[in-house]
């Protein structure tokens, strides 16, 4: 999972998808890849939050396991 490699170890929703992104050199709807990427069962919530936001801060993630997965997005 390339996401796995560029990613700290907790992250945002928001910077996953930033990396998905980068990589299909195309924007996603934001809904629909949470909806998935949750769906997906390769992520699990961590219980804490973004820390040093100025905005709401976001629920923090990581992968579940450290193996080939992806979130199907077609």
Excluded: C, M
Aim: charged content about 30%; glycine content about 6%; cysteine-free.
């Amino acid at each position: 999972n390339v996401a796995w490699s560029l990613l700290p170890k907790t992250f945002a929703l928001a910077d996953l998808q930033e990396v998905y992104e980068a990589i299909l050199g195309r924007e996603l709807d934001k809904r629909n890849f949470r909806k998935k990427a949750l769906a997906s069962g390769i992520l699990e919530p961590t219980g804490e939050l973004e820390s040093g936001a100025a905005h709401r801060p976001a629920e923090l993630f990581r992968f579940a396991r450290r193996r080939l997965a992806y979130i199907e997005l077609l």
